[in-house]
């Protein structure tokens, strides 16, 4: 094997020896003696093991040699400047309350996903105060403590398969934005695969799929797809929340509450219905509204049109969708190349806008038109909004808009 480590290698790297060294490809791992002893072999960098049982020597992280506590697994990481992983914890108790890095991507997770077969636990508190860009996740675990945290910076925590049995309350500083996501998919015991046991407050916007809720306070627009909420939900934004939900089944007598600003209740048309049959309560400031899920439209207009100034339609949930639009002109303007634009929200969560007509000469001769189409997929978060562009100087112009939205596949 003479030879074969001929380069330079980053600390806590790993690597793998080409097969003209070694009878078959081989792992190797470079670890900084000072910082965790040599031989301390990781599946792949920032990827560590804990079991508060373990009691065989030195504790590197490793399966076979695993930290006895998360705090030492993020120590360990801090220490070689990683930002980023996952560990794993056993399919036991940790009795410990977790204090998570204030910024970048980590994941506490269990050997087994399945939160309610033989449940990972935290028995302890989980504080999540960030002042950088972070993306915490939280997978097929019980945790038995208060959830709590302030987010000084852009902060998004995810509970895939979770058991919350304790209250969950996520702030943030003005101007920030925080995002909790709660998913999970399949049956458990309670019809969802995720259970959200006592009150979620989060001073900005949730995501959920697959969730049992007991009560729900939320400051930022909101979505629930495929949930049980059991006590109800309320907003305390400064202006509008807008909570949307579709196939969310609920308990009687939900209520529904403006904390404060205004709260819009947004429903696919199978969900109100269904929600009527439990005699909801709803506050002062909330209002019901039904979801279209395909929209229409058509206006004979003057002038170029501003993106939402003329609402279609808020298309929720996420899925594929086509815009299909005509522009045919009337009256010959002067000046201008119409253009009807799409916008909505795409699943990396950045807001789009596409066109889909090509443009119309407003100048040309009267009859004339173009039509077009666009396939895309939406997130399910914001409207679907169109516009209408390229308009320089209208003069006496007139024309003829049409334009639909269609959900095609989910």
């Given at each position: 094997m003479a030879g074969v480590l001929q380069?330079?290698?980053?600390?806590?790297?790993?690597?793998?020896?080409?097969?003209?060294?070694?009878?078959?490809?081989?792992?190797?791992?470079?670890?900084?003696?000072?910082?965790?002893?040599?031989?301390?072999?990781?599946?792949?960098?920032?990827?560590?093991?804990?079991?508060?049982?373990?009691?065989?020597?030195?504790?590197?992280?490793?399966?076979?040699?695993?930290?006895?506590?998360?705090?030492?697994?993020?120590?360990?990481?801090?220490?070689?400047?990683?930002?980023?992983?996952?560990?794993?914890?056993?399919?036991?108790?940790?009795?410990?309350?977790?204090?998570?890095?204030t910024a970048g991507f980590w994941e506490i997770t269990a050997p087994n996903t399945k939160s309610f077969v033989q449940p990972a636990t935290i028995a302890g508190t989980v504080t999540i105060n960030t002042t950088g860009n972070t993306f915490h996740a939280f997978t097929g675990l019980q945790i038995t403590g208060a959830i709590t945290g302030d987010a000084l910076a852009q902060?998004?925590?995810?509970?895939?398969?979770?058991?919350?049995?304790?209250?969950?309350?996520?702030?943030?500083?003005?101007?920030?934005?925080?995002?909790?996501?709660?998913?999970?998919?399949?049956?458990?015991?309670?019809?969802?695969?995720?259970?959200?046991?006592?009150?979620?407050?989060?001073?900005?916007?949730?995501?959920?799929?697959?969730?049992?809720?007991?009560?729900?306070?939320?400051?930022?627009?909101?979505?629930?797809?495929?949930?049980?909420v059991d006590v109800g939900l309320s907003s305390n934004g400064a202006g509008l929340v807008t909570a949307r939900f579709v196939d969310v089944y609920f308990s009687p007598n939900v209520a529904f509450n403006a904390l404060s600003g205004t709260l819009n209740v947004a429903a696919a048309p199978a969900t109100?219905?269904?929600?009527?049959?439990?005699?909801?309560?709803?506050?002062?400031?909330?209002?019901?509204?039904?979801?279209?899920?395909?929209?229409?439209?058509?206006?004979?207009?003057?002038?170029?049109?501003?993106?939402?100034?003329?609402?279609?339609?808020?298309?929720?949930?996420?899925?594929?969708?086509?815009?299909e639009a005509s522009l045919q002109l009337l009256v010959p303007g002067t000046v201008g190349a119409a253009v009807l634009n799409v916008g909505y929200v795409d699943l990396l969560g950045v807001v789009q806008t596409k066109p889909v007509t090509p443009a119309l000469n407003i100048a040309g001769a009267a009859g004339s038109d173009v039509q077009g189409s666009y396939f895309f997929q939406h997130n399910g978060t914001g409207s679907l909004l169109f516009s209408v562009t390229g308009i320089v100087t209208p003069g006496p112009l007139s024309y003829s808009l049409a334009v639909s939205m269609r959900a095609i596949a989910p």
């Open positions: 380069t330079s290698q980053p600390l806590g790297e790993r690597f793998t020896l080409p097969a003209a060294n070694s009878p078959g490809n081989v792992d190797v791992f470079v670890v900084d003696p000072a910082v965790g002893p040599a031989g301390s072999v990781q599946p792949f960098r920032g990827r560590y093991f804990v079991d508060p049982l373990f009691a065989g020597g030195v504790q590197t992280g490793s399966s076979a040699n695993p930290f006895t506590t998360i705090a030492a697994a993020f120590a360990f990481a801090a220490a070689l400047a990683i930002t980023a992983g996952q560990i794993t914890i056993p399919n036991a108790a940790v009795a410990e309350n977790v204090v998570m890095p902060t998004r925590v995810l509970f895939s398969e979770c058991l919350l049995t304790a209250a969950l309350n996520l702030t943030a500083s003005t101007g920030q934005s925080l995002r909790v996501i709660f998913t999970a998919e399949g049956p458990g015991p309670t019809g969802v695969n995720g259970f959200a046991a006592a009150a979620v407050t989060v001073a900005g916007g949730v995501v959920a799929r697959g969730y049992r809720f007991s009560g729900v306070t939320v400051a930022a627009d909101s979505e629930f797809n495929t949930c049980l109100i219905a269904s929600l009527l049959t439990q005699i909801p309560v709803l506050g002062a400031g909330v209002t019901l509204t039904p979801l279209a899920e395909n929209a229409a439209l058509r206006r004979v207009l003057a002038a170029g049109v501003g993106m939402g100034t003329i609402p279609i339609t808020n298309r929720y949930p996420a899925g594929m969708i086509v815009c």
